[in-house]
């Protein structure tokens, strides 16, 4: 498999030298190797589990309450227009 980390690295905005594209690369078709490897393991008979320590969420309860307004939230930004945050757009015209 042939993976374009040059277009993965525009993507996500990553100015990379040729060389950690090559470094990049081979680790990325080392990753999916072995997701692959996983891919064949036979799990027809195994239960779904979501996870396995049996521990419950100990977290506050969610109470909604007033959020930041507008001006706060966008005060400390200098690429903003018409109330929001502007941003370099991440996706080809073609």
Do not use: C
Request: proline residues 3%; glycine residues 4%.
């Amino acid at each position: 498999m042939k993976l374009n980390v040059s277009h993965i690295a525009r993507l996500a905005n990553l100015p990379l030298t040729d060389e950690e594209k090559k470094k990049f690369e081979s680790q990325l078709e080392s990753t999916l190797a072995y997701i692959e490897q996983l891919n064949e393991v036979d799990t027809k008979n195994i239960e779904p589990t979501s996870q396995v320590t049996g521990l419950e969420n100990v977290l506050r309860e969610d109470v909604p309450q007033a959020s930041l307004s507008q001006e706060i939230v966008l005060s400390n930004t200098t690429n903003k227009h018409n109330g929001f945050f502007k941003v370099k757009g991440i996706f080809d015209n073609a």
